[in-house]
């Protein structure tokens, strides 16, 4: 038998399930994400990691991320790759339109996959349950 559950139910349930199986998701954490730049790790001015507490900075469980600008490679211009660029020096603007693309970590496609079943299902409310608890505005899942 098929059951069907709507969009804010099931971001309901998604929550629920996330904060009894990744202990602390409710308090994550966020700043610019780091990239190998070939000279050692270098800020992303292009992507903001979230990590759960307790767990190494750049251990991410997802990322929020410029969808036209970002590279998960960091082929970026060779700008980006000295200093520190200056946005860096702050927390990231998370509500900032660019940052329209969740970048899922392995770990979270795992947890999702193995109980609801394909992105396709759960998605756009895992979108939601983001964009409702950070104040985001996020419209893709890479």
């Given at each position: 038998?098929?059951?069907?559950?709507?969009?804010?139910?099931?971001?309901?349930?998604?929550?629920?399930?996330?904060?009894?199986?990744?202990?602390?998701?409710?308090?994550?954490?966020?700043?610019?994400?780091?990239?190998?730049?070939?000279?050692?790790?270098?800020?992303?001015i292009y992507?903001?990691?979230?990590?759960?507490?307790?767990?190494?900075?750049?251990?991410?469980?997802?990322?929020?991320?410029?969808?036209?600008?970002?590279?998960?490679?960091?082929?970026?211009?060779?700008?980006?790759?000295?200093?520190?660029?200056?946005?860096?020096?702050?927390?990231?603007?998370?509500?900032?339109?660019?940052?329209?693309?969740?970048?899922?970590?392995?770990?979270?496609?795992?947890?999702?996959?193995?109980?609801?079943?394909?992105?396709?299902?759960?998605?756009?409310?895992?979108?939601?349950?983001?964009?409702?608890?950070?104040?985001?505005?996020?419209?893709?899942?890479?």
């Amino acid at each position: 038998m098929e059951y069907i559950i709507d969009e804010s139910k099931l971001t309901n349930v998604i929550l629920k399930y996330l904060n009894q199986t990744l202990d602390g998701f409710d308090d994550m954490d966020y700043n610019w994400a780091d990239f190998n730049c070939g000279w050692g790790v270098c800020c992303d001015i292009y992507a903001v990691g979230f990590v759960l507490p307790g767990r190494e900075h750049d251990d991410y469980l997802f990322k929020l991320v410029d969808g036209e600008n970002y590279d998960n490679n960091g082929n970026y211009p060779e700008e980006l790759m000295g200093e520190l660029p200056e946005p860096c020096y702050d927390l990231p603007d998370i509500t900032e339109s660019r940052f329209d693309t969740l970048w899922l970590g392995e770990e979270l496609i795992d947890e999702l996959v193995d109980m609801f079943g394909g992105m396709d299902v759960w998605g756009k409310s895992f979108l939601n349950l983001v964009n409702q608890k950070y104040g985001t505005t996020a419209s893709n899942i890479g």
